[in-house]
């Protein structure tokens, strides 16, 4: 079935797939508490230097691997430094509210993370729709990396073991948003650092098997929803954005 550009199929749902991880992560208690989900559905402003470190990590590769360094320096946003008796490199970061962020990372591994990318397409929405029993389901995301049929999420971590992701939906949500978008997409890597190692895993995507985990899952958030429906604030991720959209338009 084509959902795409259609009017007779809306949304009851919108998930973006990093909230389907922290669902992951509150069911089994890892790093979420309930009050702390509940926050991340309503989208809670919070200050967090790891994820900030995260995404200024992300945002330099992709700018090195589009052949920018120079204007990074020239702008006076990256520059070289002595510390502790290792060369690094500093790149000042501004966060989405605005703050400005500082931080330092080893160059061998900025370069090898941008020499890995130079001809991918960085940062690509995409929006599918999953049919379940319990209503109409959007999933969205901002992907990190696309290259031919391999999608590639970059993570950063204090420490890695392996399979750390291997519970994660990121996985499942692209190649299914993507594949439905007529992008066929086979493999799914997480590539990973601890900002002086770099780790890989790599996942093959099976609809089979996958979209049946992805729809349990999906569904097992909606009930979670409906049952602390008064606790939510933030109405997107019931696809009331969409309905005012409608209305207002």
Known sequence: MNFQNSNQFQ???KFYATLLDSFHYYLNNEYSTFQEFIDKINRVPFISE?????TAFNNLVDLVAAGKIQSLYDDGLLSERIVRNNQ???YIHT????GTWMFDFKPAVVFAFAEAY???IPQLRTVGYLDTPLGLVELYGNLDELEGDIVTDIKTTDKYDFPKFLHNYQH???PFTLNQQG????KFRYHITDFSNIYVEEYVYNPERDIERLKSHCMHLINFLEMHRHLITDKKVFAMDQQEEAING
């Open 11 to 13: 949304p009851k749902y």
């Open 50 to 54: 790891k994820a900030e470190k995260g």
């Open 88 to 90: 690094v490199i500093r």
């Open 95 to 98: 966060s989405n509210d605005g």
């Open 118 to 120: 130079k001809n991918a």
């Open 172 to 174: 499942l949500v692209y």
């Open 183 to 186: 992008i066929p997409v086979t």
